[in-house]
């Protein structure tokens, strides 16, 4: 407790130290015009000098037409300057540049106003939410950036709030709360605003909550329409936007029984919301079943719709215009929520051009679609998997029938964060090419046989302790990171092919940037920041930022220079689940925006903070029983955040290094007591007796005294 409790002081330490150095000068704000933003401005925009929405331009290709940096330069780049997000949690943010203003967020949905130029603050707005709502947070407390539009900043916040703040001084201008929030519903997602509307979705589709979009109006906040993903739990009108869908196509793909009945189905509108403006229309993209087996969701063994599609709606009106079923009954957390981009393709009769949506969900197919019907082009495999041979002629995937699993564990890729995951792709138009952020992290996916719906946890009714060995050696560590790959792909929509591809040596690596210069720019979960060859692949500049390099990267212009940045910040799902997978913990408190032109020679400074002290705490205890309780309990309500087989990244403490494992009274005091609830860890009172806590206790220490056996064996 010490030790993390100092380190959590040392980076507010850090921030204040950061905060009174020698300050840097704002521009006078007259000369600026504060996000006079409207959707002209954003349709003639061509991701140039600005960055205008969380994927550049209304289509999200990512592309920007700059060239001022290019593979005959790009070697010279260096650190402009650096902002500091007071964070040790994930950062998933894609800055929006207007004006020569940056905004961007932290996690926990604090917004920052900054100078593009110099990083100098402007001003920053602090939502002030409930650190306990971080347990309805499946993927750690990111968010992934805000919408401008007529002098207003628009950012969802991670309990379900939107909020609408002044561009010019960050004062709340209005707020509306989007969801239900005695329900696990959470925000993570960027707002998009289109026509005067601000379109915003929400996830939470692994606890058990119904998705939907919702659109409000800019000016107000008024609600003006609404579409469910999945049908109303007594398959009666809801009064919005989506009953003429469900009544002629959505209802009958569902059983009348099931957990989604009660859990509301999931179908989370999380990531992916485009506009098409030539067919006047909003793409977006569905999530995940909940729970994710189905056959406790919907034993009748429906195709669950509009669970795991893409779904086209009138941009006024919400009304149903067409959709596309990725996963036709999701049975795998396979969801359609990744970076739609609209482009347009060689396709049509003679090699006329075709107005296309394309995807690379998680389920490891990628998509081509025609953006005005929907009709399904062309698909094809982007990575290994085990679970489907193919697609058939209407793209609907030919499954292998292992793959809905039973008790016996399978083991299957893609497995639940996806052969590509929110991480944004972009696409050059130029050059034809999609460049997808792929991965392999497969799972052993089983029926939990203990499965029943339980309010506010998790309830996927897949087994995560299926599997898991009561103690781990680190062998069993390192053999899973053996398994884990990363790989920036190189896609041809046309041919269905990669042209090129870059493996990396880890899974989860970072969002997508191209640019006419010829370049695309990716992080690497180990923090290095690339510059690739748009057409070759060949590496051209590397430099390594400190942290996890995950997010979107942006490219901008002022004064006549072209600027390349990129948010930083080590967690996010994966790095709070897989501990494993890292040879190293990195420090905490290290979310930065860190911004790169050419010539320039600053430093990216070091978080030294301190290191935890990897040692037990205490001697093992418990029986052979006694431990392999522990594992279940463990491995099913403390290993999304504390991590697999209790091995943690350092996002979160690390509970094998905990000194509250010696003191079996302060163990109960956090986990039942929710002693340390302000800081989002909640207790577990509902769900877990004494018993249960104190297996967990015996497990932990029992794996720490492994790991520690292990280092002192060497
Ligand atoms: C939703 C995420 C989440 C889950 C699930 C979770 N925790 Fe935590 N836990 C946290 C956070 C955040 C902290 C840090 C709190 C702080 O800084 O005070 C924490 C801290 C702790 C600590 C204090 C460690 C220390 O040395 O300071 C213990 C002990 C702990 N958790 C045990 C558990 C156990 C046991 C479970 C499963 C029953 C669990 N946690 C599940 C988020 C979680």
Redesign the pocket.
Known sequence: ?VA?RSI?LAGSALALLAACGPKKEAPPPEEKGFAAVDTKRIETASAGAEWLTYGGTYDEQRHSSLTAINKDNVDQLGVAWTFDLATNRGVEVTPIVVDGVMYVTSAWSVVYALDAKTGAELWEHDPDVDRAV??N?CCDVVNRGVAVYDGKIYVGVIDGRLQALDAKTGDLVWETVTVDQSKPYTITGAPRVVNGKVLIGNGGAELGVRGYLTAYDAETGDKVWRFYTVPNPAKQPDGEASDAAFEKIGNVTWGDEGAWVTDGGGGTVWDSIVYDEVNDQIIFGVGNGSPWNRTFRDPSGGDNLFLSSIVAVDVNTGEYKWHFQTTPGDNWDYTATQTIILADLPLGENGASRRVAMQAPKNGFFYVLDAATGEFISGDAYGPMTWATGLDENGRPIEVAAARYGKVPVSQLPGPLGAHNWHPMAYDPDLALAYIPAQEIPQAYAEDPRFQTKATAWNTGADFAAGVPPVATPEIAKFLRSTLKGRLIAWDPVAQAPRWSVEHDNAWNGGVLSTAGGLVFQGKLNGDFVAYDAATGDKLWSQNVKSGAGAGPGTYMIDGEQYVTIATGWGSAFALVAGYAYDNSVQSTVGKVVTFKLGATGEIPDADLPLIEKTPKAASFGTEAQIAEGVV??SR??A???GALGVSSGV??D?RW???TADPEA?KG??LGGH?AV???VS?EEY?SEND?ES?RAYVLAQAQAAASESAGQ
Request: proline content about 3%; overall charge negative; aromatic content about 16%.
């Open positions: 407790m993390w959590v971080g347990v947070a309990d463990f309500n403390c999304v955040c504390h979160l403490p509970l905990s000194a509250i163990w956090v986990v340390f800081n989002g860890m577990f877990l806590v967990i």
